[in-house]
């Protein structure tokens, strides 16, 4: 079994601050429709880790792992905007920290015809939000149509 | 008369008490007596237009609750939505007219809970109620009551995953019936919080709190005194074009009578979700789900059109109604393969039968970022027995969790 003196503790934690520093703008969530850098917010807000960020053809995705079990995965243009975010997992994640300003438009849109309690469909100016699931198992997108970079497959935004 | 408890032979012991027992029904004939009747464990079910006068393809039936202790404070609820896809009984407030009481804490302050369904959230105390419905009986069982005005403040975490559900119009019944495969809503409520439940100082002070699962609302079955490992969901087979309405039977219990054999079902084990794998299509769905909280049967198929008016535009009108191929997997490795099913023109069919209810080609559309899901709402319940069996109980054909048919 290793043992660290205290010293080499010390000195991982400052690497690690360095690495966090340094990546800190990266590494971000965001809410839909804002700045990736303005962030962090959502982190702290849902009491969330970064699980994961990678940078796919046209977008990066940030992977936030949150408390619950549930995945928020969040989707950042090239122009530094989030386009999109999805989630999935046992509980819904706060949509309105996630939403951010569309929070409200999702709320206030009109019931559609034959809705049930295991799907959402909802189609407000820019705004997409759609969901799926039951009691254990919940996942959904929403996303800014106008925003989504093009060559986008939306089948990926999930 | 000499004592049924003394150093009598045994015979006379036999005739002496068979003597007791008739005695008490004043009788005294050579007769014995039959035994006692099996708990009446049938409910009727019916899918209507429901309280808001909008439903299809949804599943009602009626719950009797009562202030836990008393015979004279209960009520009958009718039209509370049957749901495979959730777990516990939640009833609307506005509907109720008995007060249950709210269930305390440790910490003394109220739990009041949360719900969490896609489209929305229902906010309320746990109460507890004697919840009777067949001659099924659960004594002071945790139960929701939905938009209760004694808590009328939604705290932003609970309101912050999405639109409120909390009247009857909104919520499409006067209560819910969740009978999943499952006894508990939650995997882990009572060691993480999950913004599920909520410990209320006051009214207006609520903070997410993790609960016993005790405390907890739970599927009503596995409260039940008897018949409480499972259900079966007994539907008549509907014309293809649909009906006004259609009746049928909730069954409690599997094996526990001879009503609720379970004979030659098949049993598809599902996973901690309570989903299956589906191939449709030649894909493989991963997470898929048989539900009877689903008003259709949904799934991605770019191929098949959708409907171009205004409110219908996620549910598929093809030119002509098609018979597409299914295979269910269950989580046991067993397989059901060549199930078919019918995608009818929604337009179409309303617009032929209006007052229509009932509508087993009824289809829709999943997002394109849900490919992995195939959801067969109600429909697959029509012509057929259904049974959930909860996580942990053993039939003669598996254990549970599982579905059968």
């Not at chain 1, 699980?51 to 977008?59: C, E, I, Q, V």
């Not at chain 2, 045994?10 to 005695?23: F, K, R, T």
């Not at chain 2, 039968?353 to 029509?382: H, K, R, S």
Request: glycine share 12%; net charge negative; aromatic share 6%.
């Amino acid at each position: 079994m290793p043992i660290f003196r205290s010293g080499e503790i010390k000195i991982t934690i400052l690497l690690s601050a360095v690495l966090i520093a340094a990546l800190g703008p990266r590494i971000a969530g965001a809410t839909l429709g804002e700045p990736e850098i303005t962030v962090q917010s959502d982190v702290a807000q849902l009491r969330a880790s970064i699980k994961n960020s990678s940078d796919r053809a046209s977008y990066r995705v940030h992977e936030i792992q949150l408390p619950g079990g549930t995945l928020l995965r969040e989707f950042v243009a090239p122009g530094g905007n989030v386009f999109a975010v999805a989630w999935n997992g046992p509980t819904k994640p706060n949509l309105r920290q996630a939403l951010g300003k569309y929070f409200d438009a999702m709320v206030s849109a009109p019931k559609p015809k034959f809705a049930d309690r295991r799907h959402l469909q909802i189609q407000q100016g820019d705004l997409v939000v759609e969901g799926s699931g039951h009691m254990r198992a919940f996942s959904g997108r929403a996303y800014l149509a106008s925003a989504v970079p093009s060559g986008v497959d939306l089948g990926d935004l999930h | 008369m000499a004592s049924c408890f003394g150093p009598v032979r045994a015979a006379l012991i036999a005739a002496c008490c068979l003597a007791a027992v008739a005695c008490g029904g004043g009788g005294g004939g050579s007769t014995p007596p039959p035994p006692p009747p099996p708990t009446n464990n049938v409910v009727s079910v019916i899918v209507d237009e429901g309280p808001s006068n909008q439903s299809v393809n949804t599943l009602f039936t009626s719950v009797t609750v009562c202030v836990p202790g008393s015979t004279s404070s209960c009520q009958t609820i009718d039209h509370i939505q049957v749901d495979t896809g959730s777990y516990g009984l939640r009833l609307l407030a506005p509907v109720l007219t008995v007060a249950l009481p709210v269930e305390t804490l440790s910490s003394g302050n109220s739990l009041v809970q949360c719900a969490q369904f896609v489209d929305g959230f229902s906010w309320g105390p746990v109460a507890l109620a004697d919840v009777q419905i067949a001659g099924e009986t659960a004594k002071s069982l945790p139960v929701q009551v939905i938009g209760d005005s004694r808590f009328a403040t939604v705290p932003a975490a609970c309101s912050g995953t999405g639109t409120a559900e909390d009247t009857v119009s909104s919520f499409g019944a006067n209560g819910i019936l969740g009978i999943g495969p499952f006894e508990l809503d939650c995997g882990d409520c009572d060691t993480t919080t999950h913004g599920l439940y909520f410990a209320c100082a006051t009214a207006t002070t609520c903070t997410d709190t993790t609960v016993p699962n005790a405390m907890q609302v739970p599927n009503p079955v596995t409260h039940f005194a008897a018949d409480n490992n499972g259900s079966m969901i007994d539907l008549p087979a509907v014309a293809a074009g649909g009906a006004v309405t259609l009746s049928g039977s909730l069954i409690f219990g599997i094996d526990t009578q001879s009503n609720n054999q379970s004979g030659t079902q098949t049993v598809l084990t599902v996973d901690g979700s309570g989903e299956l794998v589906m191939t449709f299509n030649g894909q493989t769905l991963a997470n898929s789900f048989i539900d009877s909280g689903s008003n259709g049967i949904y799934f991605a198929d770019s191929n098949i059109a959708t409907c171009t008016t205004t409110g219908l535009t996620s549910f598929y009108c093809p030119g002509n109604t098609l018979t597409l191929g299914l295979s269910i997997q269950g989580q046991n490795g067993v397989m059901v393969n060549n199930l078919t099913f019918g995608v009818g023109n929604t337009q179409t069919m309303l617009n032929a039968n209006p007052t229509f209810n009932v509508f087993p080609q009824l289809a829709g559309q999943l997002p394109a970022g849900n490919a992995g899901t195939f959801d067969y709402g109600l429909a697959f319940f029509y012509g057929k027995r259904v049974a959930v069996a909860v996580e942990g109980n053993t039939t003669s054909v598996g254990t549970g969790p599982y579905i059968a048919f």
